[in-house]
């Protein structure tokens, strides 16, 4: 048996080893009373890129021990394994593999999964930009320009420099490992100029239009106030509240720690957006409503927030059977939002991230600097400054 990392201390190392060809964990001896030694496997073979992935893993549950959210189930470790041990981009060796951009591609995909996020790597690379990439008329990295006309005739222009800058990104990493002697991808995606739409600006709810929702949501869907209310009074991401358990709460509910954010689409579990963890101090109007729903002993690993039957909230479902409101077969949702647009209450339609735009707005219009709100919402002042404080009008001008 071979230690590829040993176990330093008793207090939270976690060891990664090598037991008959293939990883596993090994977990300190103080997450359990009786002293006892677990291992976690893996299920994956001793190789180097493995090694990698295992890491992550490691890591996640160092810091979890760290921070005293450890899952000691375990549940949540061998989900994030699971997400490795899917079956892997198959790599097709063609006849120039120098020359065959798919080729490139999935290389450049196993290169870079033990670096993103699994959600990434399955939504985006193993996907959606792999599925545009292998519905190209030709591969031929020689065809460049044709590669990127054809983007060009099928896909909206924001889609086709979507692409051409991954292909950039892919031919760059193989230039530089020496699998390919040019880029011939270089500059094509900025040379690319999209419009900038009316729908692409930063378009907050007013004040007035987030009681008037609030309210609806009361009155007709009320097991989805609360998660409403939380939304436009936190400002944090959809898939961070769907996420929120009652660990990451505390007791008397004057703090809240976003440290995760939940794939409706994957359904999977992940870091936020940024991969950092913030905290969050309650004002009085959210500590009453998360008290006002808080079970008396609640399960640390139970959701805040749950959907009528009491699992997870699937986002897209919220989105477009509550919020909007669609046709799904015979079955036709009325959703809040469309129910106030045809009463007049709201002027247009806007999606249930908006949420997070209103309370950056209003925020700011209340007098919070940039650099506070920026730390409250997870994102950085230079966004906070370019997104929202310049969009940001008064309603009255001081008298000069």
């Known amino acids: ?6 176990v330093r201390t008793a ?31 893996t299920g994956l073979d001793a190789n180097e890129i493995n090694r990698r992935r295992v890491a992550t893993v490691a890591n996640k549950i160092e810091e979890d021990i760290l921070t005293g959210n450890l899952d000691i189930t375990l549940n949540r470790y061998r989900e994030l394994l699971e997400s490795y041990r899917q079956p892997q981009l198959s790599l097709v060796k063609p006849i120039c593999p120098e020359s065959d951009v798919m080729a490139l591609w999935l290389k450049y995909c196993e290169y870079m999964r033990p670096q993103i996020a699994s959600t990434t790597y399955q939504r985006d690379y193993a996907r959606k930009y792999h599925n545009h990439i292998n519905a190209l008329p ?47 991808f270089t500059g094509m995606a900025e040379d690319i100029k999209l419009l900038k739409k009316e729908s692409d600006a930063i378009d907050p709810f ?7 929702i609030i309210s609806a949501f009361e009155e007709t869907k009320p097991h989805y106030a609360p998660f409403v209310k939380f939304l436009f009074w936190t400002g944090c991401r959809t898939g961070e509240a769907i996420a929120l358990q009652w660990r990451h709460i505390s007791h008397d509910c004057s703090q809240i720690i976003f440290a995760e954010s939940y794939d409706s689409q994957l ?9 950092k963890t913030r905290k969050f101090p309650c004002n009085q109007q959210v500590q009453a409503l ?15 927030f749950t959907s009528p039957t009491g699992g997870i909230i699937n986002n897209s479902k919220f989105s477009n059977q509550v919020w909007k409101g669609c046709k799904s077969g015979k ?55 370019s997104h929202y404080a310049g969009n940001t009008v008064p309603l009255k001008l001081p008298e000069l």
């Not at 007013?206 to 008037?212: A, D, Q």
């Not at 359904?267 to 991969?275: A, F, L, Q, S």
């Open 206 to 212: 007013s004040l007035v239009e987030m009681r008037i």
């Open 138 to 184: 030709t591969k031929d990295l020689n065809q460049a320009i044709a590669i990127r006309d054809h983007l060009l005739t099928h896909l909206t222009p924001n889609a086709a420099k979507r692409v051409l800058t991954y292909l950039k990104a892919c031919c760059s990493w193989a230039k530089s490992s020496g699998i390919i002697t040019n880029n011939p």
């Open 11 to 41: 207090k939270g190392d976690v060891g990664i080893e090598d037991f008959r060809g293939k990883l596993r964990l090994r977990m300190p001896r103080t997450i359990e009373q009786t002293g006892k030694q677990i291992y976690l496997s």
């Open 331 to 385: 079955k036709t949702y009325k959703g809040v939002i469309q129910k106030l647009l045809e009463s007049g209450e709201i002027e247009r339609y806007r999606c249930p991230y908006n949420t997070r735009h209103t309370f950056i707005t209003l925020m700011l219009e209340q007098g919070l600097t940039i650099t506070a709100v920026s730390k409250l919402v997870g994102n950085s002042p230079e966004i906070i400054l």
């Open 267 to 275: 359904n999977i579990r992940k870091g936020t957006k940024t991969g």
């Open 1 to 6: 048996m071979i230690v590829m990392k040993a």
């Open 290 to 304: 998360l008290l006002s729903i808080r079970p008396d002993q609640p399960d640390p690993n139970q959701t805040v």
